[in-house]
C-alpha cells in the first residue's frame, strides 16, 4: 500500500526567503505525485503534478517540485515566499491503475513579516 | 456548476443524530471520491465512485457511514447514530478520470461536522 510522510509539522519562514518542504513517499509501481495547498476555510487547490518526464516540475505561484526516485522524495521549493503563501501543504501520492490519491499529514507554513 | 459544491459548510449536531453531507461535482466529471479531515491529520480516503458504483468502500470507519451516488453526479454521505469522534471536515472531491488511473482530483471547501 502507498503512503506518504511530510516529516515537518509546522514550518515558519520570512517573507522573501526560500521555502522547501519535505516530502517522502511509499509505492511500489512508480508514482503519480502531487501538491495541494490548503488556505484557510478554502478547499484544496493543486499546486503541480508530476507523472513522468522531467524530474523538476513547475506549479503555480511560483512553486516547484523535483521528484527523486533515489530517496523516494518530492520536495516543493519556492524561492521567495510571500505572506499569501501562508497555508497548509499536502504531497499526495497515486498511479496508474491506482484511482486512490493517498495524502500525507500536511506541512503548516507561517510567513513572517 | 464552475466547482465541487458541498453542503451544508457548517453542521452542528448532538451525539446519536443521523447526518446527510452534499456533494454536488464538477459536471461531466465520473469520478467522486469522499475523504476526511481530522484535527492534526492527513486526509483520510473514505469511499470512491466511478459513475453510480463505488467500487471501494474500504475507507468508511464503520457501518454507522454509507454513501450514495445518483445519475452520476451528486452524492451523498450519511453518518447514522453520530458519535464524536466523527467530528472532521468532510472532503468531496471529483476528477475527470477514467480507467481507474490516479487523475487531478478538484475539491469542494468542506462540510465541517461538529458533534456534541
Not at chain 1, 17 to 35: D, K, M, V
Request: charged share 20%; proline share 3%.
Amino acid at each position: 500500500a502507498q503512503s506518504v510522510t511530510q516529516p515537518d509539522i509546522h514550518i515558519t519562514v520570512s517573507e522573501g526567503a526560500s521555502l522547501e518542504l519535505r516530502c517522502n513517499y511509499s509505492y511500489g509501481a512508480t508514482p503519480y505525485l502531487f501538491w495541494y495547498v490548503q488556505s484557510p476555510g478554502q478547499g484544496l487547490q493543486l499546486l503541480l503534478k508530476y507523472f513522468s518526464g522531467d524530474t523538476l516540475v513547475q506549479g503555480i505561484k511560483g512553486f516547484e517540485a523535483e521528484f527523486k526516485r533515489s530517496q523516494s522524495s518530492f520536495n516543493l521549493r519556492k524561492p521567495s515566499v510571500h505572506w499569501s503563501d501562508a497555508a497548509e501543504y499536502f504531497c499526495a501520492v497515486g498511479a496508474m491503475n491506482d484511482y486512490k490519491l493517498s495524502f500525507g499529514a500536511g506541512t503548516t507554513v507561517t510567513v513572517r513579516a | 456548476g464552475a466547482g465541487v459544491s458541498q453542503s451544508p459548510s457548517n453542521k452542528v449536531t448532538e451525539k446519536g443524530k443521523d447526518v446527510e453531507l452534499r456533494c454536488d461535482p464538477i459536471s461531466g466529471h465520473t469520478a467522486l471520491y469522499w475523504y476526511r479531515q481530522s484535527l492534526g491529520q492527513g486526509l483520510e480516503f473514505l469511499i470512491y465512485f466511478q459513475g453510480n458504483s463505488a467500487p471501494d468502500k474500504s475507507g468508511l470507519p464503520s457501518d454507522r457511514f454509507s454513501a450514495e451516488r445518483t445519475g452520476g453526479s451528486v452524492s451523498t454521505l450519511t453518518i447514522q447514530r453520530t458519535q464524536q469522534e466523527d467530528s472532521a471536515v468532510y472532503l468531496c472531491a471529483s476528477s475527470s478520470q477514467r480507467g481507474g488511473n490516479t487523475g487531478e482530483l478538484f475539491f469542494g471547501e468542506g462540510s465541517r461536522l461538529t458533534v456534541l
